[in-house]
């Protein structure tokens, strides 16, 4: 069912809170979702974003011209709109299931066409597999990797030679850093204004930073202070970009899944699945997601 007009466009605009990239309430990425975000404005979905403190809050149009069951999205930091958001995706993919089913969705971001297909889990629980828009990679000038480890506070020492920097693009543009053990990664600790300036400059969402637990499976933090929030718990953008530089650079197969471990570090534990397709540049991020009380 759609939103209509009255009572029914009242509820249907008030926020929604969930947890995505888990089963457990208190585990992952909190995010907002409005089901129809119809005639609210600009400023209006920035001061609601800011107003529940989530990292992202997705904000829905439904529009059947995007395709059967086809959204226009928008996502909303507490302090700027970023073109794409992950965890949102998921979240705002879970919302509309619970009211008209799972299935096949469709949905149309700043930064592209976002295919979502939504499946109820072993558990019950509704888990949501987005595909990415199309990837790229970019070398990182030796001055703005030595800015960023700078305001990280991390010694160029610290870094994973097995991991070349790179900023990495999937809807949103990351900069991916390898940390050499899991202790540096567990140590983030950052100068927020310098490294949000860094960000700023540079079009940079998140930074990816990560950590090499074995061939499939690694740990990840993503600093975010551009979007007004120190760290983000769960980051289905960076995940999808990190997939395809972990194939643009050989160092996972064509043809792979992996295991992103994030928020652990924050106490709100976080599991991100990543597939990777041979023949198929664009990536796919899966996960669960819970509605909350509120």
Not at 45 to 52: G, R, S, T, Y
Not at 262 to 276: C, F, N, R, W, Y
Request: hydrophobic share 45%.
């Amino acid at each position: 069912m759609r939103a209509g007009g009255g009572a029914l466009r009242s509820i249907m605009t008030t926020p929604l809170h969930y947890a995505a990239f888990t089963t457990d309430p208190a585990g992952g990425n909190k995010a907002g979702v409005v089901p129809a975000a119809d005639g609210l404005t600009d400023p209006q979905m920035l001061a609601l974003a800011a107003e529940l403190g989530y990292s992202e809050t997705a904000f829905l149009v439904a529009d059947p011209a995007v395709g059967e069951r086809g959204y226009r999205v928008r996502y909303f930091a507490p302090t700027l709109e970023v073109p794409f958001c992950g965890h949102a995706t998921v979240a705002a993919a879970v919302a509309v299931a619970e009211r008209e089913g799972p299935g096949e969705l469709v949905f149309a971001t700043k930064a592209g066409t976002v295919p979502v297909s939504v499946t109820p889990g072993p558990d019950g629980v509704l888990r949501a597999t987005l595909t990415s828009v199309e990837p790229h990679q970019d070398e990182v000038p030796a001055a703005d990797l030595a800015e960023a480890l700078a305001a990280l506070g991390w010694p160029a020492a610290d870094l994973d030679p097995a991991f070349p920097p790179r900023y990495a693009y999937a809807g949103a543009r990351h900069l991916v850093l390898a940390a050499a053990t899991r202790e540096r990664l567990a140590d983030l600790d950052y100068d927020f204004d310098r490294l949000a300036a860094f960000m700023t400059a540079r079009d940079l969402i998140t930074l990816q930073l990560v950590w090499r637990a074995s061939e499939t499976v690694f740990h990840v933090r993503n600093p975010f202070p551009v979007g007004g929030v120190v760290e983000d718990p769960a980051t289905g953008a960076a995940a999808a970009a990190f997939g395809a530089y972990l194939r643009e650079l050989g160092l996972v197969p064509a043809e792979a899944r992996l295991t992103l471990h994030q928020g652990e570090d924050q106490g709100s534990p976080g599991e991100l699945l990543v597939e990777l397709r041979a023949g198929d540049s664009r990536v796919r991020v899966s996960g669960a997601a819970v509605r909350l009380p509120g």
